[in-house]
């Protein structure tokens, strides 16, 4: 049975438990195995993602659990002290205070949290509220899944590497303050579905369709060289397959990869009535995000994307 208190479940970016105060909680999970190779910058791209669910939805985040997976026969602590020094530094950035955690033996290492924050229960912005005539605005650049993949692989030149990460650690945390100024009708974060999956999820619960203008799809340095290369990532392939059947249009095959990209910490994808973009835009780049109109929500078969 469905509890009352529970406002909104699985299918949002976050959980929200409404407390008896007009308030409520909002939590979220997030882990991952290691992305990057510096064990510092993989545990500072864990808490950045993990906050991430809770700034889509405009909410302040409080406490944080932390979750290890380590071999300790075959890692040393020295590294995994390294991780727990990322995470730590992003959550002291975020004003969100680690409480306790749980770590386990683990052949593979994983590295996350389960985050909690706060927030007038109505004032969260879901990702269900987007309506035809909003613009739709990209908070950071696309590509951390390929540009990754060929870190893993060790053929990704230093300075895109160093950009991508720069990039994963960033928080959300001003774009979630600015939107909720500027009243958003919908937001949520580009995670692993990369940018048209979870544009998607926002279709559907509005019952509307898009387009996207591709010449205005922000993407990180060296993506096109990487992906030309080679490097794409086994979840967005999984991706493409499962939204190419909803874009209409005829964008070229490596413009639909890229938009299907499966991100790690992405930014955030906001849904705005037209006549507030130009605020919504200049707030975000005052406060020194990227801020891109990546495309329109309009009226059409539910839940397809016109890729121009
Ligand atoms: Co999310
Ligand atoms: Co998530």
Known sequence: MRSPHLVLGPGDDAGVYRLSDGRALVQTVDFFTPIVDDPYDWGRIAAANALSDLYAMGATPLTALQLVGWPRDDLPFSALEEVLRGGADVMATAGCVIVGGH?????????????TGVGEAGELVTNAGAAVGDRLVLTKPLGTGIVSTAMKAGACPPQVARVAVETMTALNDAAARTMKQVEARAATDITGFGLLGHLREVLLAAEVAATIDQSAVPLLPG???????????????????????????????????????AQTSGGLLIAIPGDRVDELVA????????????????AGPVGTIRVD
Do not use: M, Q, W
């Open 223 to 261: 993506v096109d060289e990487l992906l030309s290369a080679g490097f794409y990532p086994g979840g967005s392939t999984r991706n493409l397959r499962s939204v190419r059947p909803h874009v209409l249009g005829d964008p070229e095959e490596d413009t639909l990869r890229i938009l299907c990209d």
């Open 283 to 298: 707030s975000l780049e005052e406060e020194g995000v990227t801020a891109a109109i990546v495309g329109d929500v309009v």
């Open 103 to 115: 770590s386990i033996d683990d052949r593979e290492p994983k590295y996350g949290f389960a985050v």
